[in-house]
């Protein structure tokens, strides 16, 4: 390791190099907890400021058989940004510069460490965002959130991140560099277009768990900010979930532009922060038996938005959802272009949510049909509560956002106590279990990652093997974020 540490110096500088071992060691940790047993330390850490070092480093860890694990934030809980086996460790951080806001084309070029939040303080001067919104840090980074093929607020309308990809400049494993999209053109109108003749080659790249190569700079579609609108928060009785399953997937036909479907866990912080009131008893129902939907609708038109807010009114009533007004769903969700959820902001600001403090969190992202949320949900709770984690303190929490037509991401979560070996040991097991439970049900991954057990991948069938062919021919090494597939 003598060596490399050299050579990695020589090409990045001795200041963006370290094997300090208590550098290394905060490396090992996702940003939210989830002590699994498979993470290592990494054997060094390296920072480079450009692409030409990426594809240097990159060629480097080939000749070298090194695995080179890439990382943004280290906010993602599914494994996939923490090393294995040792190897080199490359925190893109310094790559962060927001190069170019082009108007004329409603694109955003950026470089991969941008974060959401100088992304959207830019945009937002110019009247302008970008359509999807992350429920956590504002200061993810932005290639991060596009390789994942981020989910958020507004999905209902907009889908996820990388439907907004309009070009990508990547480093492939074996250190080439190359632009996708309208932006490979030698002569041509620069990034602004996706599907520019052959194969969506920037489609390999999304969802791709960083397996296939290292992003360096994202251009992406912007749209303008609507003018106007819409909050409403409605309930329903944690045991008619059915009813409100079907009121969202009604409101998802109909066009909402937004929702975020919570509970007590979930909406607790802002009712700490004193942002709003919880009605819960107004309503006769105890706080932990009421699941609540933040719907959102904007609008550039005034006259258009009342009809929408009417009609999407309508639905939730006529499937009994009790109409809890407009603060809750305003306080929580923030102004709709604000870079990120606020309840996200509320949960973990000290003192806003003292029931939680001291506690890690088991988080879990998944993709699943609107109407199959209550059986995905029953499922959850029932692993939670077998495992004696399902109390005032701990959840289980709801975070769910809309992600199509038809289709929702939820991100439900339990807390353990970090200090305790045997909370640790439990949660490692409900986490296994749950996982597997649910894959069994058809529940789909968000992305890969090494705590996701390898029954989501089994059941993807031959198109399984296809990516890991795919990987084989880019990656013949296998030394990119080798455990992703
Ligand atoms: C409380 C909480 C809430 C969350 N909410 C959301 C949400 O609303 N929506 C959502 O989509 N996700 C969410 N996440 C998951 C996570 O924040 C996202 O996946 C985020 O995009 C990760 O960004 P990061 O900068 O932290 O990347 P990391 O976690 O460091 O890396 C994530 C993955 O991307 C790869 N990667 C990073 N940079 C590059 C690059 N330049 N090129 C290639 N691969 C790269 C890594 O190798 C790794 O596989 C949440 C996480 C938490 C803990």
Redesign the pocket.
């Known amino acids: 390791m003598l060596d490399i540490e050299q050579m990695l110096k020589e090409i990045v500088g001795p200041e963006n190099v370290s094997s300090n071992p208590a550098i290394l060691e905060a490396y090992r940790f996702?940003?939210?907890g989830q002590d699994m047993p498979v993470c290592t330390r990494p054997g060094i850490v390296v920072m480079p400021a450009n692409e030409e070092q990426v594809s240097r480093i990159l060629t480097l860890a080939n000749r070298s058989r090194l695995p080179v694990?890439?990382?943004?934030?280290?906010?993602?809980?599914q494994g996939?940004?923490v090393p294995l086996e040792g190897g080199i460790m490359m925190d893109?951080s310094l790559?962060n510069r927001l190069i170019e806001i082009d108007e004329e084309n409603m694109v955003v070029i950026a470089e991969?460490?941008c974060t959401m939040n100088l992304l959207n303080y830019e945009l937002d001067k110019r009247g302008l965002a970008f359509p999807i919104r992350?429920?956590?840090?504002p200061?993810?980074?932005i290639?991060?959130?596009i390789?994942?093929?981020?989910?958020?607020d507004f999905g209902a309308a907009h889908g996820r991140?990388g439907d907004h990809v309009r070009g990508l400049e990547?480093v492939l494993p074996t250190g080439q560099i190359m632009k996708l999209g309208s932006w490979a053109y030698t002569h041509g109108y620069g990034a602004c277009f996706r599907y520019t003749g052959g194969p969506d080659l920037i489609g390999l790249?999304l969802n791709s768990?960083?397996g296939y190569?290292?992003?360096?700079k994202v251009a992406l579609r912007v749209i303008n900010k609507r003018r106007h609108v819409w909050y409403r928060t409605f309930a329903w009785p944690r045991n008619k979930l059915p009813d409100l399953s079907r009121a969202i997937y009604q409101c998802q036909r109909y066009g909402i532009s937004s929702f975020h479907l919570q509970n007590y866990w979930s909406s607790r912080g802002i009712i700490n922060a004193g942002l709003a009131r919880w009605p819960a008893h107004s309503l006769g129902l105890f706080d932990e038996d009421m699941v609540i939907a933040n719907l959102i609708q904007v609008s550039e038109n005034k006259e258009i938005l009342e009809l929408l807010a009417k009609d999407t009114t309508a639905i939730c009533l006529n499937n009994i959802g009790a109409d809890l007004g407009p603060d809750l769903c305003q306080a929580s969700q923030g102004p709709p272009y604000y870079a990120i959820?606020l309840s996200?902001h509320y949960r973990f600001r000290p003192g806003t949510a003292p029931p939680f403090e001291g506690m890690n969190?088991a988080?879990f992202?998944h993709c699943t049909p609107t109407l199959k949320f209550p059986e995905y949900w029953d499922y959850f709770e029932s692993v939670v509560d077998k495992y004696g984690f399902h109390d005032k303190r701990r959840g289980a929490g709801m975070?769910v956002?809309p992600l199509d037509a038809a289709m929702l991401n939820p991100?439900p979560?339990f807390g353990y106590r970090p200090e305790v070996p045997e909370e640790v040991l439990r949660m490692r097991k409900a986490y296994t279990e749950m996982q597997q439970g649910l894959a069994r049900m058809g529940v789909l991954a968000?992305?890969f990652?090494a705590f996701l057990p390898k029954d989501f991948m089994a059941n993807l069938g031959p198109s399984y093997s296809l990516m890991k062919s795919l990987k084989a021919l880019i990656d013949p090494n296998n030394i990119l974020?080798p455990s992703?597939l």
Do not use: L
Not at 69 to 77: E, L, N, Y
């Open positions: 996702v940003a939210m694990v890439t990382r943004g934030q280290g906010t993602g809980f996939e940004n893109m790559m991969t460490a992350p429920w956590f840090s200061n993810m980074h290639g991060a959130y390789i994942n093929n981020g989910t958020g991140a990547v790249f768990g960083g190569g290292v992003v360096t959820n996200t969190w988080y992202y975070f956002f991100y979560t968000y992305t990652g974020n992703q």
